[in-house]
Every structure is written in C-alpha cells, then in structure tokens.
C-alpha cells in the first residue's frame, strides 16, 4: 500500500510538471506568433514606402497639365506624412497606343493610411486607399503596429533644396499585441468519488 502511495504521489507530480511545462510552451509559442506578426506588418510597411520612393519624382520638373490632371498637389515631407509623385509601373494601353509608365501622386500618414491618384495611360484619374499596417491575428491574438513620426533629411544646409526630394526618410515602428491567454483544464471524481456526482467529469476554459 506504501509502494502505491509513492508511486501515485510521483506520477502526480511528473503529471504537474508536465502539465507546466506544456503550459509555458504554449505561452512561449502564442508570444512568438504575435511578435511574427508584429515583424511581419513592419516590413511590409517598410517594403511600401521603399518601393514607391524609390521611383519618386521632384514635382518641380513635372510639367504643369500633367500635374493638374492630379490635382495640382505640392510634394510635402512632414513629420505626420509623406506626399510625393512616382510612377506606375507599365499600364494597359489603349488599343493603337504604346505600353507607357503613368504618373501617380501617393501620400503615406504615420496610422499607415496610404491613397494614390495616378493617371491611366488614356489620361483619366483614378484613386484609391488602403492601409499598410492592417491588424492581424489568429485565436484572439492580435498584433498591431503604429509608425512614429517622419524624420526627413536633406543633408548639411545647403547640400538639397528642402522644396525637392530629401537624400532619405526615417521612421520608428512600435509593436503591440493583445488578445486572450487561454488556460484550459479537466478535473474528474468519477466513479464515483462523489464531487456533485453524476459523474462528474469537468472541462473549463479560462481567459486571462
């Protein structure tokens, strides 16, 4: 009876300690997953705005009925957001025209807000909007994203006019993540060790 006793008492605790360790792993995992997503939705928006300011064009040497065509907009770079023109890549040409690049006038806010206007190759205006930092997640965990504020860089005095294209941007990305910790047990006292009885034999999920 001795002999039980020891052996039921170890297997309780290896029992615990398992149950622990799984516990701390899955923590450890759901972690990982929302930092994956965290790092994932900042190289995305980093991936946006490098690509479409690598084809950025100084709007001072854009002639003016192209730029009216769009509104007439100044590029502006500020603290709070990024306006500029760029080019589209090739666009469906008219039927007898040539596959040409098109203007586009794009504009970046530190929430992630991106809207472009760009011009078809037929000279019509189109717009739209989208956000480079939308929130993602899976089972409650969200991860999501929030961009600091614009440093722009012209260089020493002198080196760039600051009405034209600045040498580079920078800008800080701060992650967060929420949502629910799950801890999910059972207990038994069936049959029958009484308890409510019936026989009972219970599950429960916790959020935390």
């Known amino acids: 009876m001795i002999e039980v006793l020891v052996a039921s008492t170890i297997l309780?605790?290896?029992?615990?300690?398992?149950g622990m360790l799984f516990q701390q792993t899955s923590l450890a995992w759901r972690t990982g997953v929302k930092r994956a997503n965290g790092f994932m939705q900042v190289r995305a928006a980093i991936g946006a705005i490098q690509r479409d300011a690598s084809a950025a064009i100084d709007a001072r040497r854009i002639p003016v009925e192209l730029k009216t065509k769009l509104g007439d907009v100044d590029q502006t770079f500020s603290s709070?957001?990024?306006k500029f023109y760029t080019l589209t890549g090739t666009?469906?040409?008219?039927q007898d025209a040539d596959i040409m690049r098109a203007l586009k006038f794009v504009t970046y806010e530190t929430s992630g807000s991106r809207n472009e206007s760009y011009l078809t190759a037929d000279g019509k205006k189109i717009t739209s909007h989208s956000n480079v930092l939308p929130s993602s997640g899976t089972m409650g965990n969200i991860s999501s994203t929030a961009l600091g504020d614009f440093e722009i860089y012209y260089g020493k005095p002198g080196d760039l006019d600051p009405n034209g294209l600045p040498l580079?941007?920078?800008?800080?990305?701060?992650?967060t993540a929420s949502g629910a910790s799950l801890d999910i047990g059972a207990a038994s006292a069936?049959?029958?060790?009484?308890?409510?009885?019936k026989d009972d034999i219970k599950t429960w999920v916790d959020n935390n």
């Open 12 to 18: 309780i605790v290896i029992v615990m300690m398992l």
């Open 190 to 197: 069936g049959p029958d060790k009484q308890w409510n009885t």
């Open 91 to 94: 666009t469906p040409p008219a």
């Open 80 to 82: 709070g957001s990024l």
């Open 168 to 175: 580079y941007i920078t800008f800080d990305a701060k992650v």
